[in-house]
């Protein structure tokens, strides 16, 4: 045996003795393959189609509309009831954010700043 091999952790010799199973392999490309296709499909397909500015415009508004799904759920709903007021600390963040994240559109900032609205209101409330 050579000397490397003994510097190797002690698990590292299970690498050569585990058997992978053919079905793992199969879902592990599935998934690549449906997380790909979405992404390659509509760039191929409409890379040299003219497509019409009424369809631009609404694709601008995707962005917003699957961040507001994402986010106001996460924000309102806790223990799953609608929690809008100061005892939510979510809200209360969201709140207090909104005008820094508005004037100054600094991601960073607003994401310190909120982070820590909702620690100092964990801590001390």
């Known amino acids: 045996m050579s000397f490397w091999l003994l510097l190797l952790p002690p698990w590292w010799g299970c690498l050569w003795t585990m058997?992978?199973?053919?079905?793992?392999?199969?879902?592990?490309?599935a998934m690549g393959l449906v997380t790909y296709l979405p992404r390659m499909l509509p760039a191929t397909l409409l890379s040299k189609r003219k497509i019409p500015k009424l369809f631009i415009k609404f694709l601008e508004f995707?962005?917003?509309?699957?961040?507001s799904a994402l986010f106001f759920p996460g924000v309102l709903i806790v223990e799953n009831r609608l929690s809008i007021g100061i005892s939510n600390p979510l809200f209360l963040a969201a709140l207090l954010t909104f005008p820094l994240a508005y004037k100054t559109k600094n991601m960073f900032a607003t994401v310190l700043l909120g982070m820590g609205i909702v620690i100092v209101f964990n801590f001390f409330v």
């Open 19 to 29: 058997k992978i199973d053919i079905n793992y392999l199969h879902l592990i490309f």
């Open 62 to 67: 995707v962005p917003t509309a699957v961040l």
